[in-house]
Structure formats: structure tokens, C-alpha cells
């Protein structure tokens, strides 16, 4: 992995975007996925957990973004 920035972007309605040299481990320490960037769920509706699937579109999730 390099010492490349990450950031993390919380789309309105959506997942987190988190870029940059990303590493996503379980709770044991187990590597899940390394990538340039992942999509992360927050409406917990996911069949893919933690990533991303789609599925807060179809169950109609909201959420506010503010800085």
C-alpha cells in the first residue's frame, strides 16, 4: 500500500466512497478487499456487507449530508 491520502465521500442517499490505498479487513484481522477505492454501505440493507450492493435505492434510504 502506498502513503497515497484517503478520503471518504458519504454520497446523499447512499454509500461512502472511500479512495485511496483501501484495505477492508473483518474483525479477526482477515484481508476482505484491497483496492484504489471501495463503496461502503450505510442503509444496512446490503447483501454484501460492508460494501455496497445497490440495495438503498431499492429500499428507498435516506440520508442528509451536511459539512
Known amino acids: 500500500m502506498s502513503d497515497a491520502p484517503v478520503s471518504i465521500t458519504p454520497y446523499v442517499n447512499g454509500p461512502l466512497e472511500v479512495k485511496g490505498p483501501v484495505r477492508v479487513n473483518a474483525s479477526d484481522g482477515t484481508e476482505i478487499r484491497s483496492a484504489d477505492s471501495v463503496y461502503l454501505c450505510r442503509c444496512g440493507a446490503s447483501a454484501n456487507k460492508p460494501f455496497c450492493d445497490g440495495s438503498h435505492k431499492r429500499i ?5 449530508v451536511t459539512a
Do not use: I, P, Q, T
Open 60 to 64: 428507498g434510504f435516506e440520508s442528509d
